[in-house]
């Protein structure tokens, strides 16, 4: 069976500039997270969906983040415009209906320059 | 709002010896999960261990047991008979989900563990 699949693995771009990100989840896996870690600090919640249905989203630092998940199966994390801070490692988690257990994907690693 | 501290940013064993990553959180819940996962350098983010608060059992996975401390809400990791492989960076985790929902883990800022011949 497929893991959570996330790409790119890693993105380099320029302040100003848009970067899309993308997970796949395990297949059946109605539970989709995104989360981010800066460097040298915790794992922090970005937000949860339910299939298609954005369950919770206190996570999103600002109107420049979009996620969208197609259909309730992948998912994608849109950056417009990127600034410095918002440098990281991008993980995203998928999990079944009910369950606390979340499977996490390699990570996206983007840094903004 | 629950809080994960894990205190030890960089841990170092011998192979095939014993140690102890630490963690304590911080809640007003009753019922909830707590799970440490395990990152290889560059490679996906796995569960270790996972202890549902209502059991008093600490859980145990082959060589990897935890020491859960409800009241003193401490859930810390030891890792018996080191080994080349268990060098990652280690996440305490917490998760309260509502009943019949699933819910965000809440992490730590991860331990280092380096292992040595």
């Known amino acids: 069976e497929a893991g959570v699949t996330q790409f790119p693995s890693h993105s380099v771009i320029e302040k100003g500039q848009t970067v899309t990100l993308r997970c796949d989840p395990i297949?059946?896996?109605?539970?989709l997270y995104w989360y981010r870690r800066v460097m040298g600090k915790e794992i922090k919640f970005l937000l949860h969906?339910?299939?298609?249905?954005?369950?919770?989203e206190s996570g999103m630092p600002n109107n420049r983040f979009l996620a969208e998940r197609t259909g309730g199966t992948y998912s994608t994390l849109k950056v417009q415009p990127a600034e410095l801070e918002d440098s990281g490692v991008y993980f995203c988690?998928?999990?079944?209906?009910?369950?606390?257990?979340?499977?996490f994907g390699q990570g996206t690693r983007l840094t903004v320059v | 709002a629950q809080t994960v501290t894990q205190s030890q940013p960089e841990m170092s064993v011998q192979e095939a010896e014993t140690v102890t990553l630490s963690c304590t959180y911080d809640t007003s819940e009753s019922d909830y999960y707590l799970f440490w996962y395990k990152q290889p350098p560059s490679r996906q983010m796995i569960l270790v261990i996972r202890q549902e608060a209502y059991k008093q059992q600490n859980a145990t996975e082959n060589r990897f047991s935890v020491n859960f401390q409800k009241a003193a809400k401490s859930f810390s990791l030891k890792i018996s008979d080191s080994q080349l492989g268990d060098a990652a960076m280690y996440f305490c985790?917490?998760?309260?989900?509502?009943?019949?929902?699933?819910?965000?883990?809440?992490f730590g800022t991860g331990t280092r563990l380096q292992v040595t011949l």
């Open positions: 985790a917490y998760n309260a989900p509502l009943t019949g929902t699933a819910s965000k883990l809440t």
């Open positions: 297949s059946g896996h109605d539970n």
């Open positions: 969906f339910v299939k298609e249905s954005k369950q919770d």
């Open positions: 988690a998928s999990s079944q209906q009910y369950v606390s257990e979340a499977f």
